[in-house]
């Protein structure tokens, strides 16, 4: 599904350079449930967009099913990014003025998809989220947790390849977190692949895979058996 082969990410402040990615390497299957986890300023969020293409590594390659994604243009890279990926981040960026279920639409915006389609696929995604009965309902009178399940929903209406969560609990309390772990989880036993980046050493542990650490900006392998520690 993904191959990056030692990728780099090099960061020019002034006469301060920050390796924020250093050298990885790494290989993700499809259907897999892999998690990165690292402290603060570790290079996750960094790598995460270097996958979605929004920015490219300073160094090496980086390998999907579309091709190398390094040597893409900004458009191609856009194509893949929109075909291939969903995104879910610590906060849930949804449009305050929409509902729900347009929320949701707007993740199959530009994919031409009528809009019929667009209303009928959301309504089925919100509903498979256990949102069924919120799809008139503002972000503002949705719990953080429900929020977050909206934003899912969007990340997933175009049924993306891969989804990369960053961080996605870090604004819920633990019950809220709890869920989305849960539905992470479960989302990846029906054939999503899945890439969590978090600090929390212990969020998803019970479904991922498997769990590598990051440390300024350097991947190092870790088993999940002793991911608690
Ligand atoms: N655009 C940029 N310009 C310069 N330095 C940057 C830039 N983006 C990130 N960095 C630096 O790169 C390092 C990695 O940042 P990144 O956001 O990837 O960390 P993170 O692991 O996601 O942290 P957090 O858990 O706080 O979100 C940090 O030291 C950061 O200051
Ligand atoms: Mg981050």
Known sequence: MLELDSISMLYHLGAQEVRAVDSVSLSVPQGEYLRIVGASGSGKSTLLNLIAGMERPTEGRILTPEGDLTVMNRKQAA???????????QAFHLVPH??????VELGLLFHGVGRKERLQRAGEILEKLGLGDRLNHRPADLSGGEQQRVALARALVKQPA???ADEPTGNL??????????LLGRLNSEGL???LV???ATLGEQHAGRTVRMEYGR???????????
Do not use: C, P
Request: hydrophobic share 45%; net charge positive.
């Open 79 to 89: 194509k893949w990014r929109a075909r291939s990926i969903g995104m879910v981040f």
């Open 98 to 103: 929409r509902t729900a279920l347009m929320n």
């Open 162 to 164: 891969l989804l990369l």
């Open 173 to 182: 309390d633990r019950d809220n977190a709890r869920e989305i772990e849960t």
């Open 193 to 195: 692949t899945v890439l």
């Open 198 to 200: 978090t600090h929390d």
């Open 219 to 229: 991947m190092t392998a870790m088993g999940s058996a002793t991911a608690s520690v």
